[in-house]
């Protein structure tokens, strides 16, 4: 087991490259309605742009593709990015925003505390599909439904699961930096912080174990488990629920003062650039980054799942499809209360 410095992440992205990309399977060959007006209400569905943009796959696929040989950072970015939308306000691309008209002195869901963090790559991974989308589909599809397929693909680019995006979402109108810090994990969440959240977005126990999963190729600042290795609540000692040598190696990347403010470790200390269940087997052994996640394998509300995610990839795999259709699902904007915007950084 090696933890990463920056040092050591820069050259291993080089090797994080996207020489045996899998391919997508093929798209049903269903042929359903087309998508109803925007002023009616919207249902999600697989083949919600069957007839007015048919190559909307395809065409995410090629920027998403071309991302991650070229920067495979791309992935974890865009994969986090979908979560963050998700989680304030629902799934309607508001976290994208980076201008809005009529009021610039309203901080935005982007300049929250908590997503000051969010890798460059993702949004540009979605500025870029956006605009190949809109040279052949104009004003049809949502940054929303862009940002879904885009993570999901990464996903399977990295070796995870391949699942079916359902669509149809709508961008939202507003985009507030107040909305996100109650609705955002962090990371030294308790277990009953992390259930109320996840509840409150209806995901059960079993969901948040399993969304947690996505962390197999995630990555944090050394500030976001500081305490952990030097003053595990204010004891001035380390946790005690951290496997020994991994705390040897973070404290020579993450010194207690200074030094390693710049530097990011993957969550995933075994296997950082595979999409699979190491993140549960790391847990097992003591070895999650941040506390929010080493108590998932400690509370026994928690651990079992933990546990079968860890024996059986393709469970994980199936269960963390199932996790993410459901995240996907949350809050979706319909009718006046959303939009579909031309350019994701700016609110119409």
Not at 81 to 108: I, R
Not at 156 to 164: R, S
Request: glycine fraction near 6%; proline fraction near 7%; include cysteine.
């Amino acid at each position: 087991m090696h933890v990463l410095s920056l040092s050591d992440r820069c050259i291993l992205l080089l090797l994080f490259s996207a020489s045996n990309i899998p391919t997508f399977p093929a798209k049903p060959s269903a042929s359903p309605p087309p998508p109803p007006p925007v002023g009616r209400r919207r249902r999600l569905a697989v083949d919600y742009y069957a007839e007015t943009c048919p190559q909307l796959e395809m065409l995410v696929g090629s920027v998403t593709s071309q991302q991650f040989k070229e920067t495979p950072v791309s992935a974890p970015a865009t994969i986090r990015l979908f979560f963050h939308d998700c989680f304030v306000e629902g799934c309607d691309g508001s976290v994208l925003v980076e201008t809005e008209k009529e009021n610039k002195t309203t901080p935005l869901e982007r300049e929250a505390e908590e997503n000051t963090d969010l890798s460059q790559e993702g949004f540009d991974t979605i500025k870029k599909a956006k605009s190949l989308v809109e040279n052949h589909c104009p004003s049809l599809v949502s940054c929303a439904d862009i940002l879904a397929i885009a993570a999901r693909d990464f996903i399977h680019l990295a070796g995870g699961p391949y699942y079916q995006v359902k669509k149809g979402r709508l961008d939202g109108k507003l985009s507030k930096a107040v909305n996100v810090p109650r609705n955002i994990p962090r990371s030294n969440s308790t277990v009953d912080q992390l259930i109320d959240l996840f509840s409150s977005k209806g995901l059960t126990v079993k969901d948040l174990v399993v969304l947690s999963g996505a962390h197999t190729i995630g990555y944090a600042h050394c500030r976001q488990f500081l305490t952990r290795l030097y003053n595990f609540k204010g004891s001035r000692k380390p946790d005690p629920n951290i496997d020994f040598k991994l705390l040897k190696e973070l404290r020579m990347s993450c010194p207690e003062f200074g030094g390693g403010s710049n530097v990011v470790l993957p969550l995933d200390v075994t296997t950082p650039f595979s999409f699979d269940n190491g993140y549960f087997i790391d847990l097992e052994k003591n070895m999650g980054l941040l506390g929010s996640d080493q108590a998932l394998f400690l509370d026994p509300r928690t651990k079992p799942v933990v546990m079968e995610m860890a024996r059986d990839k393709q469970k994980f795999f199936e269960a963390f499809s199932n996790a993410m259709d459901k995240m996907g699902s949350i809050g979706v904007n319909s009718g006046r209360h959303g939009e579909i915007r031309r350019d994701c950084s700016v609110l119409s």
